[in-house]
C-alpha cells in the first residue's frame, strides 16, 4: 500500500525559502520507474504542477518556476524534499506530494497549507 | 505548453442521471490524459488513465473517451458521493504537465 505526507512550515513570510518534505511508504525511489512530484493549488483554484525526481534522480521543473524550486530525495529514508526560494502571497497554497507512473499520479498526499504572510 | 480547457465550467445534475464533462487539449496529446476526482478537502483521485482505463477500485460508472484534443469523462448514474470537482491532465508533452482549471459536478 502507497502513502505519501507532505510536513513543513504553515506559514512563511515574503522572500523566505520554503522547505517542504514528503515521507511515503509502499514503494522505493531506487526502483526502475519511480518518481515522485510536488503539485500545489491555491485556494479555490486549480492544481498546478511543480516539480518531480525520478528513481535515477533526473529532476523535471515547471518551467515559470524552475528558478526559484529545487527537489532532492533521501532514499534511505524514504524522503522527498522540495525547496522554494523567494516566496510571496500568491504562493499561497496547499502542496501536494504524489507518486509518479508513467506520467500521472495515483497515490497522492493528504496535502500541507502553507500561508505566505507578515 | 499545452493548455487544457474543460467544460463547463459547472454542472447541475440529479442524483441518477449521467453526467458528461469535456476536456480539449490546445494540441494533440494522443491518448496521455488523466482524469482526477476532488471533493472538498481532499486530494484528487485518479480516475481514468490513458484517456479510458480506469484506475484500480474506481467505480464502472466512470468511463472516459476520447483522443487527439477532445477528451470525455462521462458518469452514468450519478451518485451522491461523485458530487465534486473533476480535472483533466495532459502528460503527452511535458515538462510542464497541465492540468484543466476544473469541471465543479453540483446537484440539480
Known amino acids: 500500500q502507497i502513502t505519501l505526507k507532505e510536513s513543513g512550515p504553515t506559514l512563511v513570510k515574503p522572500t523566505q525559502t520554503l522547505t517542504l518534505t514528503c515521507t511515503f511508504s509502499g514503494f522505493s525511489l531506487d526502483t526502475s520507474g519511480a518518481g515522485v512530484v510536488w503539485i500545489r493549488q491555491p485556494p479555490g483554484k486549480a492544481l498546478e504542477w511543480l516539480a518531480l525526481?525520478?528513481?535515477?534522480?533526473?529532476?523535471r521543473y515547471s518551467p515559470s518556476l524552475k528558478s526559484r524550486l529545487t527537489i532532492t530525495k533521501d532514499t534511505s529514508k524514504n524522503r522527498v524534499v522540495l525547496t522554494m526560494t523567494n516566496m510571496d502571497p500568491e504562493d499561497t497554497a496547499t502542496y501536494f506530494c504524489a507518486h509518479f507512473i508513467s506520467g500521472y499520479f495515483d497515490h497522492w498526499g493528504q496535502g500541507t497549507l502553507v500561508t505566505v504572510s507578515s | 505548453e499545452i493548455v487544457m480547457t474543460q467544460s463547463p465550467a459547472t454542472l447541475s445534475v440529479s442524483p441518477g442521471e449521467r453526467a458528461t464533462l469535456s476536456c480539449r487539449a490546445s494540441q494533440s496529446v494522443t491518448s496521455k490524459i488523466a482524469w482526477y476526482q476532488q471533493k472538498p478537502g481532499q486530494a484528487p483521485r485518479l480516475l481514468i488513465y490513458g484517456a479510458s482505463t480506469r484506475a484500480t477500485g474506481i467505480p464502472a460508472r466512470f468511463s472516459g473517451s476520447g483522443a487527439g484534443t477532445e477528451f470525455t469523462l462521462t458518469i452514468s448514474g450519478l451518485q451522491s458521493e461523485d458530487f465534486a470537482v473533476y480535472y483533466c491532465q495532459q502528460y503527452k508533452n511535458w515538462p510542464p504537465v497541465t492540468f484543466g482549471q476544473g469541471t465543479k459536478l453540483e446537484i440539480e
Open positions: 525526481i525520478y528513481w535515477d534522480d533526473d529532476k
